[in-house]
């Protein structure tokens, strides 16, 4: 599967808050660093952190851009609440190994009325 269709397949996954399928698309080894937060590390890490997030907040990814080159798909997103971000996915043998992801957690926070951590 090229890193385009598996990406086309997370966005699906994401939008239906389906975290044990967004958990099978990474490696068991996976790192998926998020900016604005801490690294996770491994599958059965990722998948819980999907779940958790999930049961937060209500998160829609619609797709602006995808790209490819080789190995790597590069997702340029927006949410119905005017969120912006960008995401990058390291493929191979058809499972994402490295994702990185930039967003302004500020604003998703208050989007979503969620609390505002002290600094």
Same mark, same amino acid.
């Given at each position: 599967?090229? &890193?385009?269709?598996?990406?086309? %397949?997370?966005?699906?996954?994401?939008?239906?808050?389906?975290?044990?399928?967004?958990?099978?698309?990474?490696?068991?080894?996976?790192?998926?660093?998020?900016?604005?937060?801490?690294?996770?590390?491994? %599958?059965?890490?990722?998948? %819980?952190?999907?779940?958790?997030? !999930? *049961?937060?907040?209500?998160?829609?990814?619609?797709?602006?851009?995808? !790209?490819?080159?080789?190995?790597?798909?590069?997702?340029?997103? @927006?949410? &119905?609440?005017?969120?912006?971000?960008?995401?990058?996915?390291?493929?191979? /043998?058809? %499972?994402?190994?490295?994702?990185?992801?930039?967003?302004? @957690?500020? *604003?998703?926070?208050?989007?979503?009325?969620? &609390?505002? &951590? /002290?600094?």
């Amino acid at each position: 599967m090229r &890193p385009r269709e598996l990406i086309e %397949k997370w966005v699906e996954a994401f939008n239906n808050a389906d975290f044990d399928e967004l958990g099978e698309m990474y490696s068991e080894d996976a790192v998926n660093y998020q900016v604005p937060e801490e690294t996770v590390e491994g %599958k059965e890490a990722i998948r %819980k952190m999907f779940e958790e997030e !999930f *049961s937060r907040a209500e998160m829609v990814c619609i797709v602006e851009n995808i !790209f490819e080159d080789g190995e790597w798909a590069i997702l340029e997103w @927006k949410d &119905p609440l005017g969120l912006r971000g960008c995401g990058f996915f390291h493929v191979v /043998d058809d %499972k994402i190994v490295f994702q990185r992801g930039y967003w302004d @957690k500020l *604003s998703f926070l208050r989007q979503h009325g969620l &609390p505002i &951590p /002290d600094e």
